[in-house]
């Protein structure tokens, strides 16, 4: 009789584990369903409520990024950001290849830079530029041809 007791908690811990879960992912979708939190992403880091929260309490800020047709988005980082923290909040809702972000047209190319040191605020505007690498970054412009038998003529 023991047994049946312990196989029928184990079902029923096992089945009220299960419901609140559901019951929780529920509440969080009718929560994200709610206009008021219409800037929380669908499925929400730990990172990004923590942020969005500090956005509320005013130790975040919110900065809209434009993109090259003149769209844009906005993305909330923490005061004390850096360069590299904006970048990957927008590559979270954005892609890009041979752009760079510019905060009034001063490429933001420093990952480590805090984005106070650029005068970055709260509901600054960044958008996007070309980005042209220069000799001197060590980055090579064109790609170098390759040859495949530029060493048999020494030998023979």
Not at 41 to 51: C, E, F, G, I, R
Not at 53 to 80: H, P, Q, R, W, Y
């Amino acid at each position: 009789m023991e047994s049946g007791a312990k196989e029928e908690g184990k079902v029923l811990g096992y089945n009220s584990k299960n419901v609140k879960k559901v019951a929780l992912l529920s509440t969080l979708a009718a929560l994200l369903d709610d206009p008021i939190l219409a800037d929380v992403p669908k499925k929400p880091s730990l990172s990004d409520v923590d942020t969005l929260i500090n956005l509320e309490l005013g130790s975040a800020m919110c900065i809209s990024s434009f993109k090259l047709d003149g769209t844009f988005f906005d993305v909330a980082v923490m005061n004390s950001a850096t360069v590299k923290d904006l970048k990957l909040a927008i590559k979270k809702r954005h892609v890009w290849a041979n752009f760079c972000l510019a905060y009034h047209n001063e490429k933001l190319l420093d990952d480590g830079a805090a984005l106070q040191d650029f005068g970055v605020r709260n509901n600054s505007q960044v958008h996007f530029l070309p980005y042209v690498a220069s000799k001197g970054s060590g980055r090579h412009l064109k790609r170098r041809k390759h040859r495949f038998f530029h060493g048999l003529n020494k030998h023979s």
